[in-house]
């Protein structure tokens, strides 16, 4: 795009990569917003039995994730947006299996389970503000309070849904927009 300097927003897993790219290019970021984000992959935080879990759904993944029955999909939906209806379900289910194989879902949940950025959060130089669900079932909302707390001078706001993936018409997801806009505009 040929911007030089601009404002990043990483969501989910997302938070992660944009909190490594800030550190490693403070004069490219002007602000930094990061929603539902964690800065460690499981394999470094899980229980044992946690970590069995994730090493299952991930051999789910591989054997599941394109085949036209959603019910695999579904479950893994369902953590993503518990206020989901059954037709925005659907259409996210239909949505992964379209967007990535099973082998880069796979390769994905690889990358992300090692992931781990949590001593970088002290390279951050730009305004930052992290957002976070109060209700996520995916990454709990005590996981963007650590990153607002460790990242000097950020900002943390709590929204009021149990999505990991805020639903258009969810008050949240106009709340979400706002303090963006509030954020970068000052």
Known sequence: AGLDRFPLLGISQGAAVS???AARHPDR???LILFGGYTAGWRHTATPAQAREREAVMVLTETRWGQTNPSFRHMFSQTFMPDAT???LAWFDEFQRNTTSADNAVRFLNAFANIDVRHRLKDIQCPTLV???RGDLRIPMPSGRAIAAEIAGAEFVGLDSNNHLLLGR???SSEFVSEIRRFLLG
């Open 131 to 133: 957002i976070h669900c």
């Open 86 to 88: 059954l037709e925005e």
């Open 19 to 21: 909190i490594e790219y």
């Open 170 to 172: 969810e008050p949240a």
């Open 29 to 31: 970021v002007s602000h």
